[in-house]
């Protein structure tokens, strides 16, 4: 790397004339201060005088000392400050006009805005200077530069605090909205027992799907984003850790044609096979599913696909992540597995509130269960169970220890257990499950295995 860092010749985007309405405000009205601050840092602004007066003003307000003219002046005099930020002229400037408080928010905007791009420059600069650094590996690089990227995104966000009134009425409009029109409120499984006890995925909910290996976890997660995506419409994003996607793709044709994957997968394909076959990827091509099999991604990697891909579609339905226990955890050194996943499924759950979406986690089950005589999965089966069951909004638990007597085909019947729902019943619901097209169907029926 040069030894010469590459630095920033013209001035900086700033408005000198908000940053002193801003002030003016605050000496003549202090009751505005404390909501000021909240919206804006220090570092706002741009000139250094006005940064020192903002300070100055601030720390007064802190220990309840009065807020004029005559006390700032002596204020910033008996600290040596007032040479500092130009003399008191500079404060008799500001005070020259009686500003008009109901313009103060477009005061604030404007120096927020300056201060952002100003921010956002420094980024780029940054991002060109520590490139050439390359005793840092290239994943740290870029996780340092992503995360300084979301806290200024972060900051775009103007968040506010709702109060009784505006919360009642969004739930009055919700229920009107229902009765009006009654619909699922969450994000549909394709499972009616299962929607009627969950009322669908709601958004900003973590939901994990867990059970032994083997037992249908990626099947029936791959069925509940095809039937989301059927029904919603809604883009679907599936995070592969284990399977690479040519393998997905093959479970979930043999879901939608009913071919077994052995057939497929060797090219054993009757006419009417075919004709099957080709209608099924013109429908799949249509819809937006996303498959990402990125083995050992993190935290980071996840947030910044599910963002490019709401960048490309302007919104995301449904995130799935295969499994919970591959993820990378790039934060966290010199700590057990269960402290681990804990910051793992904590940042998963902040995700799902973070783009108010549901996401679903798949997880291991731990072989404890295999040793009971009751082999019924239970919460305390997690894996790492404390942070997971934490976390969770919703826990459902596969359990497949049963045959269909019905069935000549003995298919297996998978018990779905809902272990925990934050904000629902608890309770049950079965599933025939047919191994060879990766197909769940409800209820206890006979699947067509005539293809």
Request: aromatic share 8%; proline share 4%; with cysteine.
């Amino acid at each position: 790397m040069t030894n010469k860092k590459i630095g920033i010749k013209k001035q900086l985007p700033n408005n000198f004339l908000a940053e002193r309405m801003i002030l003016n405000c605050l000496i003549f009205n202090s009751e505005i201060i404390e909501l000021t601050v909240e919206t804006l840092p220090t570092k706002a602004f741009y000139f250094k005088n006005h940064e020192q007066i903002y300070k100055a003003i601030i720390f007064m307000q802190r220990y309840r000392l009065s807020i004029d003219i005559f006390s700032l002046t002596t204020f910033l005099q008996e600290n040596a400050l007032l040479q500092e930020i130009g003399g008191i002229t500079v404060l008799i400037e500001l005070t020259n006009e009686i500003p008009n408080l109901l313009d103060l928010e477009e005061y604030i905007r404007v120096v927020k805005d300056k201060f952002l791009r100003r921010s956002l420059i420094k980024f780029g600069y940054k991002t060109i200077n520590i490139s050439y650094i390359t005793n840092i590996s290239l994943e740290k690089t870029l996780e340092q530069l992503e995360n300084e990227l979301l806290n200024l995104t972060t900051q775009t966000k103007k968040v506010l605090v709702p109060n009784s009134a505006e919360l009642l009425n969004e739930v009055f409009l919700n229920l009107k909205n229902q009765f009006l029109k009654p619909s699922l409120p969450g994000l549909p499984s394709g499972f009616s027992e299962l929607d009627l006890l969950t009322q669908g995925f709601q958004k900003s909910e973590l939901i994990v799907l867990a059970g032994r290996p083997s037992m249908g976890k990626t099947a029936l997660s791959l069925n509940i984003a095809l039937n989301a995506l059927k029904i919603s419409k809604l883009p679907v994003l599936f995070f592969s850790l284990e399977m690479a996607k040519q393998q997905i793709m093959y479970r979930i044709l043999a879901t939608e044609t009913n071919i077994s994957q052995t057939r497929l997968k060797t090219g054993q394909l009757y006419k009417n096979d075919w004709i099957k076959f080709n209608k099924t990827i013109k429908f799949l091509s249509k819809l937006p599913f996303f498959i990402d099999d990125s083995p050992n991604i993190s935290i980071q990697e996840i947030r910044s696909k599910i963002k490019q891909v709401l960048i490309e579609q302007n919104q995301v339905g449904l995130i799935i992540i295969d499994y919970l226990q591959l993820i990378k955890n790039i934060n966290v050194n010199s700590q057990n597995r269960v402290q681990e996943l804990s910051s793992i499924t904590r940042s998963l759950k902040n995700l799902a509130r973070e783009f108010n979406l549901p996401i679903i986690a798949l997880s291991q089950l731990s072989r404890n269960v295999e040793n009971r005589v009751d082999q019924k999965p239970i919460l305390s089966d997690l894996r790492e169970s404390g942070s997971i069951e934490q976390d969770s909004d919703l826990v459902l638990l596969i359990y497949g220890n049963k045959t269909n007597p019905s069935n000549k085909y003995s298919d297996p019947i998978i018990e779905l257990i809902i272990a925990k729902q934050r904000n629902g019943p608890t309770g049950k619901i079965y599933l025939n499950f047919d191994k060879d097209s990766n197909k769940f169907v409800e209820g206890i029926e006979v699947m067509d295995k005539n293809n």
